[in-house]
């Protein structure tokens, strides 16, 4: 009889290897930052995206069972269809998606980079899918993103990356407008404003721990900077998070790159600082394979116009008639209609609003104001509207010489006394008085509670903000509770969202 077959050496060894060899080096794709992809991230924070695409090639063909190319690709492809708007490129790059996501999904499971670049790719694909109203997908993308990112921080806590996309995501489940509650349980999402910006700024600390960290942090910059602005009732925590990421960072107001000039520009334009914007944005990095960001020009416009800078004028022009994606072209129009206005030039002005009634679409609060405004035919009186650009552009005492001259007129019909009067509790506001900014906001809502213009709801929202900020959160949210239920039409989406984030905050601290 013949004995048994002795093993192979060679069977041994490969039968060792299949249960020694870590998961992701046995048929699974692994994750590794590579040299070509962290030159690639590095390239991707200047928008110098064609350069990225190059390197993330090389990884590719260098390191082919390597996903973090995978991943840094489809955030190429984001980028760029968020700067540009084009649809023709988002269907383009959509063809994509299901490709990456299918090889993204045969990682390595152990990898805490597994679940997190799925997560990402569904959320930048339901960020995407905003610009161009697909919502029903969007939401099931976010669905999924949140449900990978909730998986991930259970597992992995100290992967503080998964921080950025989620405490973003917190934040904005914590700010729904109460009315669109019941969707937010059916989806199965939690979250709340103040532990979403503590998880942000969590993740924020982690960034700043090593150089190599750049892209993560400039995603924290970008989500935090639209926190602060929409979702903080205290516009000094807007600033003092600007003042300290730039004091950081070793950063001027010159020669920032992209992405931090329209995070802290940004800021800076709506918090009162607008010659510190203007020279944010006319002193950005540009060109050397960077992609152009359209909107950065549009803002430059509008800081101008806030300056009254004849400037303004070239930047809104451009903007409005050669941008080619969707939002803020009506917006645009107008604001170059107001300059005409304030140059005394009234049949430019008609010109500019009927393309403002014309052009663009009506995606975003902006353009539906520009639009609605462009047909009712009214014309803004020049010395409110002066004021309110004065005003919002931190030149307060200009503002209110402006609004002193107003008020010496006898005959002020009740619809621009309306406005005046909001306009003079905006600038008691921003002086800090805060005992005279409340009797003013208080009368601006009593009188124009049933006018369909903004002015009493964020008068509303402001004395939520004010009562915050004096410590009276019962108050506070009493304020912010009136918001929603008034019948106005202008800034209603961000308004409410704001008021819906300034409740959340204020009414568990009753």
């Given at each position: 009889?013949?004995?048994?077959?002795?093993?192979?050496?060679?069977?041994?060894?490969?039968?060792?290897?299949?249960?020694?060899?870590?998961?992701?080096?046995?048929?699974?794709?692994?994750?590794?930052?590579?040299?070509?992809?962290?030159q690639?991230?590095?390239?991707?924070?200047?928008?110098?995206?064609?350069?990225?695409?190059?390197?993330?090639?090389?990884a590719?063909?260098?390191?082919?069972?390597?996903?973090?190319?995978?991943?840094l690709?489809?955030?190429?492809?984001?980028?760029?269809?968020?700067?540009?708007?084009?649809?023709?490129?988002?269907?383009?790059?959509?063809?994509?998606?299901?490709e990456?996501?299918?090889?993204?999904?045969?990682?390595?499971?152990?990898?805490?980079?597994?679940?997190?670049?799925?997560?990402?790719?569904?959320?930048?694909?339901?960020?995407?899918?905003?610009?161009?109203?697909?919502?029903?997908?969007?939401?099931?993308?976010?669905?999924?993103?949140?449900?990978?990112?909730?998986?991930l921080?259970?597992?992995?806590?100290?992967?503080?990356?998964?921080?950025?996309?989620?405490?973003?995501?917190?934040?904005l489940?914590?700010?729904?407008?109460?009315?669109?509650?019941?969707?937010?349980?059916?989806?199965?999402?939690?979250?709340?404003?103040?532990?979403g910006?503590?998880?942000?700024?969590?993740?924020?600390?982690?960034?700043?721990?090593?150089?190599?960290?750049?892209?993560?942090?400039?995603?924290?910059?970008?989500?935090?900077?639209?926190?602060?602005?929409?979702?903080?009732?205290?516009?000094?925590?807007a600033?003092?998070f600007?003042?300290?990421?730039?004091?950081?960072?070793?950063?001027?107001?010159?020669?920032?790159?992209?992405?931090?000039?329209?995070?802290?520009?940004?800021?800076?334009?709506?918090?009162?600082?607008?010659?510190?914007?203007?020279?944010?944005?006319?002193?950005?990095?540009?060109?050397?394979?960077?992609?152009?960001?359209?909107?950065?020009?549009?803002?430059?416009?509008?800081?101008?116009?806030?300056d009254?800078?004849?400037?303004?004028?070239?930047?809104?022009?451009?903007?409005?008639?050669?941008?080619k994606?969707?939002?803020?072209?009506?917006?645009?129009?107008?604001?170059?209609?107001?300059?005409?206005?304030?140059?005394?030039?009234?049949?430019?002005?008609?010109?500019c609003?009927?393309?403002?009634?014309?052009?663009?679409?009506?995606?975003?609060?902006?353009?539906?104001?520009?639009?609605?405004?462009?047909?009712?035919?009214?014309?803004?009186?020049?010395?409110?509207?002066?004021?309110?650009?004065?005003?919002?552009?931190?030149?307060?005492?200009?503002?209110?010489?402006?609004?002193?001259?107003?008020?010496?007129?006898?005959?002020?019909?009740?619809?621009?006394?309306?406005?005046?009067?909001?306009?003079?509790?905006?600038?008691?506001?921003?002086?800090?008085?805060?005992?005279?900014?409340?009797?003013?906001?208080?009368?601006?809502?009593?009188?124009?509670?049933?006018?369909?213009?903004?002015?009493?709801?964020?008068?509303?929202?402001?004395?939520?903000?004010?009562?915050?900020?004096?410590?009276?959160?019962?108050?506070?949210?009493?304020?912010?509770?009136?918001?929603?239920?008034?019948?106005?039409?202008?800034?209603?989406?961000?308004?409410?969202?704001?008021?819906?984030?300034?409740?959340?905050?204020?009414?568990?601290?009753?």
């Open positions: 009889m013949m004995g048994k077959p002795k093993p192979c050496a060679s069977c041994i060894i490969a039968v060792i290897l299949t249960f020694c060899i870590p998961p992701g080096l046995s048929g699974a794709y692994y994750y590794r930052f590579d040299q070509y992809s962290s690639a991230m590095t390239a991707l924070s200047q928008l110098k995206v064609d350069k990225a695409r190059q390197l993330l090639g090389l590719r063909i260098q390191y082919p069972d390597n996903n973090i190319p995978v991943w690709l489809n955030y190429a492809d984001f980028i760029e269809i968020i700067v540009t708007e084009d649809e023709g490129l988002f269907h383009r790059y959509e063809s994509n998606r299901s990456r996501l299918d090889r993204l999904s045969k990682g390595d499971p152990a990898s805490p980079y597994h679940k997190f670049c799925q997560a990402e790719v569904n959320i930048q694909w339901a960020l995407a899918r905003v610009k161009f109203k697909e919502y029903v997908t969007c939401l099931r993308e976010v669905k999924r993103s949140y449900a990978l990112l909730s998986d921080n259970s597992k992995h806590p100290d992967f503080k990356p998964a921080l950025i996309s989620l405490g973003f995501l917190h934040t489940i914590g700010s729904v407008p109460s009315k669109y509650q019941w969707a937010v349980k059916i989806l199965g999402f939690n979250g709340d404003v103040k532990g910006i503590s998880e942000m700024k969590d993740a924020m600390r982690w960034t700043e721990l090593s150089e190599n960290r750049g892209f993560y942090n400039l995603q924290c910059l970008f989500f935090l900077s639209i926190i602060y602005l929409n979702a903080d009732s205290d516009k000094s925590h600033v003092d600007m003042n300290t990421y730039m004091a950081k960072r070793g950063l001027s107001a010159e020669r920032l790159e992209p992405l931090q000039a329209y995070a802290l520009a940004g800021i800076a334009l709506k918090t009162g600082h607008n010659k510190l914007a203007i020279t944010m944005l006319t002193s950005r990095l540009k060109n050397d394979g960077r992609l152009e960001v359209p909107y950065l020009d549009y803002m430059t416009g509008i800081a101008f116009l806030t009254g800078d004849d400037r303004a004028e070239s930047y809104l022009f451009n903007y409005a008639h050669g941008f994606g969707r939002n803020f072209i009506k917006a645009a129009w107008q604001r170059l209609a107001w300059f005409h206005l304030l140059q005394g030039n009234l049949s430019n002005y008609r010109r609003m009927a393309s403002a009634g014309t052009y663009g679409f009506l995606d975003v609060d902006a353009d539906k104001v520009a639009h609605r405004d462009a047909k009712s035919g009214v014309v803004p009186n020049p010395k409110l509207l002066r004021a309110r650009l004065l005003s919002d552009g931190g030149y307060l005492d200009r503002a209110q010489s402006v609004l002193d001259a107003f008020f010496l007129d006898k005959d002020i019909s009740s619809y621009d006394r309306l406005e005046a009067e909001y306009r003079q509790a905006r600038i008691l506001d921003e002086k800090g008085m805060a005992p005279q900014a409340i009797v003013a906001y208080q009368k601006v809502y009593e009188t124009g509670r049933y006018d369909t213009r903004y002015y009493a709801a964020n008068s509303a929202l402001k004395l939520g903000d004010l009562f915050e900020r004096l410590g009276r959160a019962d108050m506070a949210a009493l304020w912010y509770s009136r918001v929603e239920p008034l019948e106005f039409n202008e800034y209603r989406n961000s308004l409410t969202q704001k008021a819906r984030a300034g409740y959340q905050r204020t009414k568990t601290n009753n």
